[in-house]
């Protein structure tokens, strides 16, 4: 039956096994052990919070089991919402990062591979929508255990995965992030389980190389940045986020960075490598470049000349300056600024996206200087970005007219509700992996206590509304998982902030010294080499 996976058919048996309840944090081999300086030694014998181990519990009942071994976790476990659960019952490839970092960091690993497993096994599925398959390569963005009557009549049943790469999905759009994220998980599982021989499989290698080329693809774009429609990430509704938003370029960056670790080298791959090598440096330097703001930035588009033909411009993208949003002068910190929401011709988006600039911190892809900058924006604006509850997808919300045409009066994205500026504790994660990679866990530590205070209270909310985030969201499932698993990743790696390093990347100075126009030979234009360094060097 096209669209459902029978019995695995990956190279390695997965043994059948349940999960075993959560035990203490086990010792990374020293060998292994990253050693991360001056940080403060982590509490020796700590006692779980109550609420610590209602979300262990609430985790442990949300696993989902297929023939006979975990394989994912459901996206939320809402019993007022049985009747309607929608496709929330089912395992999505985003969500389910949190929670394999929190098992991962308590040293179970069993769910994690048979899940990245289980995945690439779908990966290879036929994909269609309307008589049109996509490329090659896509991962689903969710997928559900179903029981499925065998053809011999007999009443039996078995087992079968039933992958959704965006057909049923609202909007039926492509999940663009969950390939991004596959790689991300994959070479975290390496690392911290030091198994490293699943990421060496034939198959393995063959998946990671299938999302490389689908991202690499030639196409008409000019830019190295990936080029997508809206609602193809977390933000999975119509909120103008289309063209190259911030998020997918950050885990576009970070996946090239993993992949290029975990691909082995030999002939086959050298073609490959040589690509990713060369879209790194070019898409650093442009993220770096046009997608950063701070009060300086903001002077120079008040004074952009528009209109320039030529190959030297200062506004490449001839960007109107009547297009700073009214809010921002006020808003931008003297010291700090942050990576916008989206560059394209004739537009550029000034919102502000946690989940992109966290990521851009973490996966090194802003400058020390860039990254230091944005937790100053956010300690700066913490009311505005936590509030009572952490932490914005996006400020400020749409609103007015803005939000009838951008949105297309979505009634589910209203002022300061869902992806229009609404608070995601799963945020909570990536924050905290961004601020101990800066040496500033006290600022994660912060947030983590505003949201300790009310979401084993609130029954752990999708998502709260207001602009300050007081009231659960208006459609929010409870019992959310990846709320949950955000919370408990986060505690986590504030325990054990030497972890950290092995979910992030470092500064790559070879990228820098290696960066290169996509036009580099052309005899009428110039490397952008001098403006990386300078870039570097800030």
């Excluded at 986020?241 to 290029?260: D, K, T, V």
């Excluded at 975990?262 to 073609?271: L, Q, T, V, W």
């Excluded at 866990?441 to 209270?457: D, Y």
């Excluded at 080499?529 to 060097?537: E, T």
Aim: glycine share 8%; aromatic share 10%.
């Amino acid at each position: 039956m096209q669209g459902l996976a029978g019995k695995p058919l990956v190279i390695e048996r997965i043994e059948p096994g349940t999960l075993p309840e959560p035990a203490a944090v086990p010792a990374v081999e020293k060998d292994r052990e990253p050693q991360v300086q001056g940080k403060e030694e982590v509490e020796k014998g700590r006692t779980e919070s109550e609420e610590e181990k209602e979300a262990w519990r609430l985790l442990m009942k949300s696993v989902v089991s297929y023939h006979g071994s975990p394989v994912g976790t459901v996206a939320a476990d809402d019993p007022a919402t049985v009747g309607h659960m929608l496709n929330y019952d089912q395992v999505f490839l985003r969500d389910f990062v949190p929670s394999a970092l929190a098992f991962l960091l308590k040293g179970e690993t069993e769910i994690v591979k048979n899940f990245l497993l289980h995945t690439l096994q779908l990966q290879s599925w036929e994909k269609t929508v309307d008589c049109y398959s996509p490329g090659q390569g896509l991962m689903p963005a969710s997928f559900k255990v179903r029981n499925m009557p065998l053809a011999d009549g007999n009443e039996a049943y078995e087992e079968v995965l039933d992958p959704d790469f965006g057909e049923s999905a609202i909007g039926r759009v492509a999940p663009v992030d969950s390939g991004l994220w596959w790689i991300i998980l994959l070479r975290a599982y390496g690392k911290i389980s030091g198994d490293y021989a699943l990421q060496e499989r034939v198959d393995v290698q063959t998946g990671i190389k299938l999302i490389l080329n689908l991202c690499l693809t030639d196409g008409f774009d000019m830019f190295p940045t990936l080029l997508v429609t809206d609602g193809s990430c977390m933000i999975d509704r119509r909120m103008g986020i289309h063209g190259h938003p911030l998020e997918i370029q950050a885990l576009f960056y970070s996946a090239l960075r993993c992949a290029r670790e975990m691909i082995i080298p030999n002939e086959g791959s050298k073609n490959l490598i040589r690509a990713v090598n060369n879209r790194l440096s070019a898409l650093s330097f442009h993220i770096r470049e046009y997608y950063w703001l701070d009060m300086k930035k903001v002077n120079e588009i008040y004074r952009y000349k528009t209109e320039e033909y030529s190959y030297d411009a200062a506004n490449k993208f001839n960007i109107y300056p009547e297009q700073i949003p009214s809010w921002l002068g006020n808003w931008i910190p003297d010291k700090g600024g942050y990576l916008i929401g989206n560059v394209q011709p004739a537009h550029m988006d000034f919102r502000f996206f946690l989940l992109g600039n966290a990521w851009a911190i973490a996966s090194s892809l802003t400058t020390p200087w860039q990254a230091e900058g944005i937790l100053n924006l956010i300690e700066d604006k913490w009311d505005d970005i936590v509030g009572h509850m952490p932490l914005k997808i996006c400020y400020p919300a749409l609103e007015f007219d803005e939000w009838r045409i951008i949105t297309g009066s979505d009634p589910k994205n209203t002022p300061w509700s869902y992806h229009n500026g609404g608070s995601w504790p799963t945020l909570l994660w990536q924050f905290t992996l961004a601020c101990i990679k800066m040496g500033r866990p006290e600022l994660a530590r912060k947030a983590v206590m505003v949201a300790e205070k009310r979401l084993a209270k609130d029954k752990w909310p999708e998502y709260y509304d207001t602009r300050s985030g007081r009231f659960i969201g208006k459609q929010s499932r409870l019992y959310q998982t990846w709320t949950i698993a955000g919370y408990l990743t986060s505690k986590l790696l504030l325990e054990r902030p030497e972890m950290a390093s092995i979910l992030t990347c470092e500064e790559d100075l070879e990228l820098l010294e290696g960066c290169s126009c996509s036009l580099k030979r052309s005899a009428r234009s110039r490397c952008s080499r001098p403006a990386a360094k300078s870039q570097l060097l800030t």
